[in-house]
């Protein structure tokens, strides 16, 4: 069970990465964060981010249309 | 943003800027996009607005679109994709119509307005520039502007720009 969990379904690039990297900001290091998304683009985009910027993508699934993510904050 | 969070962005010391010269709706995304893309990626970000994309920093904005100049310009209506011909941009109505429907697909896509994602700039701590020479040849006032912006002319751009690791004009 992640510590946080961010409901970006329905939204558009660039408002998940937005919204995600405003969640991570209140999550301790080592929080864990669970997104939600509907937005196929987010697939490449959240591991674009992860890379980018050192957090961690510790799971990955997708249900239908929904992509779900499980970002470590540690950066 | 905290101290410890200021430092963090510091010590990564990738940094972009951005030249915005225009204000219609469908120009005004891509900076504020990346913009507030790059930022939530560790990116020092500085947007300067100049010419037309100066009123996008006015603190009531209502940017619109046009067929005029957009010569591929195409709006998905009943299914097929109909062409915007630039003829378009001369009947009355045309423009604002099409920004009317720009808009209702926006909301209908969850595509964030740019209102949103300015508001977002403001929070991730975009230094957002005002030309003062455009200021000056479209009377607008600093209280006319959002706060905490500030004004510059192009020195200010060029010694921003040849620290910046990425440099784009949009």
Known sequence: ?75 | MDTQEKDDLAANAKSMSIIVTKGSLDWAYPPFILGTTAAAMGVDVTMFFTFYGLPLLLKEINPQVTALGNAAMKMPMMGMHIGMPNIMGMIPGADAAATVMMKNLIKKKGVASIEELRDAAVESDIKLVACQMTMDLFEYKLEDMIPGITIGGAATYMENALKADINLFI
């Open chain 1, 1 to 75: 069970m992640a510590d946080m969990v961010l409901d970006a379904k329905g939204l558009n690039c660039p408002l998940p990465i937005l919204k995600a990297k405003k969640a991570l900001k209140d999550l301790p290091p080592g929080g864990t964060l669970e997104v939600l998304t509907t937005d196929p683009g987010s697939v490449v985009d959240f591991a674009a981010f992860c890379r980018t910027t050192g957090n961690e993508i510790v799971e990955q699934s997708q249900d239908g249309n929904v992509y779900r993510y499980v970002i470590k904050h540690t950066a």
